[in-house]
């Protein structure tokens, strides 16, 4: 058996960090066995389904890394099949037409809720008489449901959960201006593709009793099911936008890395061991199902944090410099020159350690391109005045008359003043710090004044000198 996998969202106009879980979690187990994962779109709702909303899925799901295979599938598109297999059932005798009118359904629940009862369609027009049918009403179809014993669902996560079939009432299939709803249409849609494992979110496990039902009315073999626990937030509550960013999107502007993304979401609900860190190639190794729990999994900032700055360590110095370009010329407003660009190179081995975010490493580098005189935050202020503006004379006059302009040379000067003068090298290095990124955190110093150079490092250390 080919395993072949989907993820079918609705167009909402981003792709929801919880989708894109289930999106991974469906992209790993195809990989995993040689399989196929499908993608489909579920743009029923033709008033939220614009093009535009559409574009912004594929786009997330293309930053994450995770590729389909073949051509996304509308589901709107097949809504003439939709309709056939409804046909099909009214002709096996497992469907019928009800001709209720909408105000005979609202009366009927008003009925069931003064019983205390829970409000469910009554059956009226499953064994009567189609001739009856009241003149001018254009009547939906309704799935004959079994009224005895229960349906059960064999979940690959959730384990064996069933339901009375008394509970379930004959659902719509057609309505009555000839549009399929959404459950019958995930079947369809779910047997013509051939998908063999459903792994979905558990908000959709109480659909599967009745999809499984309809499944059965057509005599399909249904998939394996596999539902996921949900994502909440830090204080336990469902994930929302209060927590902060829930679309994919979101987090590449929040300077986030796909692999790091990728990560962070096997690991929220599935584990292997004690292992954190897990390449994509190797959770493509690990993943199966059985390694989801059934507990909700709680999102964690600082986590995703970490294990970013671990990837961003690991990354391709010129990759980052090519992701980061775009958000340092947005802060100063017009392109990095190509010298620009190789200093901001030269400079990247010293930001690595030190971010977690390309977001932090725009932030810090910005001092790289900063116009004279630069301005000082308050904390880099306090280190140039009295003592810091001598010390900054003095180490002018040393690198001034330096003769090799090097982190290494440069930094035994500044030692080796520090023990003759019997000061600590951080009294030294500070206000450096200060005078030359506005900061009192950065690279190694001695790095940043190799990579200014002789010229801008004097320049911006007699600019600072001059402050008053």
């Known amino acids: 058996m080919t395993v072949v996998t989907r993820f079918a969202p609705s167009p909402t106009g981003y792709l929801h960090i919880g989708g894109a879980r289930t999106a991974l979690f469906n992209w790993l187990f195809a990989r995993r066995h040689g399989g196929k994962f499908l993608l489909r779109i579920e743009d029923t709702d033709r008033a939220r389904s614009t093009q535009e909303a559409v574009d912004a899925l594929l786009d997330g799901l293309s930053w994450l890394g995770l590729d389909w295979d073949g051509e996304a599938i509308s589901q709107f598109a097949r809504k003439d099949r939709h309709a056939e297999v409804v046909h099909q059932m009214l002709e096996r005798g497992a469907a019928y037409r009800c001709y209720c009118t909408p105000q005979e359904l609202e009366a009927m629940r008003e009925e069931q809720r003064a019983k205390g009862l829970q409000p469910r ?267 810091g503006k001598i010390v900054l004379r003095t180490l002018s006059d040393l690198f001034a008359s330096a003769k090799d302009w090097t982190a290494a040379s440069l930094e035994q000067v500044v030692r080796d003043h520090a023990e003759a003068s019997g000061q600590k090298l951080g009294k030294l290095a500070q206000p450096l710090r200060a005078a030359l990124t506005g900061s009192t955190v950065s690279p190694p110093i001695f790095d940043v004044v190799e990579i200014l150079g002789r010229s801008e490092t004097l320049a911006r250390m007699e600019d600072a000198e001059k402050a008053p």
């Open 121 to 387: 369609y009554d059956g009226r027009w499953r064994d009567r008489d189609p001739a009856e049918a009241p003149a001018g009403v254009a009547p939906a179809i309704r799935l004959k449901a079994p009224q005895q014993g229960e349906t059960v669902v064999h979940d690959r996560v959730q384990g064996e959960v069933r339901v009375q079939n008394t509970q379930l009432d004959d659902m719509i299939l057609l309505r009555s201006d000839g549009t399929p709803t959404y459950l019958l249409a995930v079947v369809v849609d779910d047997h013509d593709m051939g998908i063999t494992h459903v792994i979905r979110g558990d908000d959709h496990l109480t659909n599967t009793f009745r999809q499984l039902q309809i499944y059965h009315a057509m005599g399909w073999t249904p998939p394996e099911f596999a539902h996921v626990p949900m994502i909440l937030g830090a204080d336990g509550a469902k994930l929302s936008k209060r927590h902060g960013a829930t679309g994919a999107e979101q987090y590449r502007e929040m300077g986030y890395l796909p692999e790091a993304m990728r990560n962070y979401l096997l690991r929220l609900g599935w584990g292997h061991g004690d292992a954190e860190i897990i390449p994509t190639e190797q959770a493509i190794e690990w993943f199966d199902l059985e390694g989801i729990g059934r507990s909700p999994s709680r999102f964690d900032f600082a986590k995703l944090d970490n294990l970013n700055g671990h990837y961003i360590r690991q990354a391709d110095d010129d990759r980052l410099v090519a992701l980061t370009l775009p958000l340092l010329e947005k802060r100063l407003g017009r392109p990095l020159s190509e010298d620009e660009r190789a200093l901001l190179a030269r400079a990247l081995p010293g930001f690595k350690p030190r971010v977690k975010t390309l977001v932090e490493l725009a932030d810090g580098a910005m001092f790289l391109f900063a116009k004279r005189p630069i301005t000082p935050d308050e904390k880099a202020t306090a280190l140039l005045t009295g003592d």
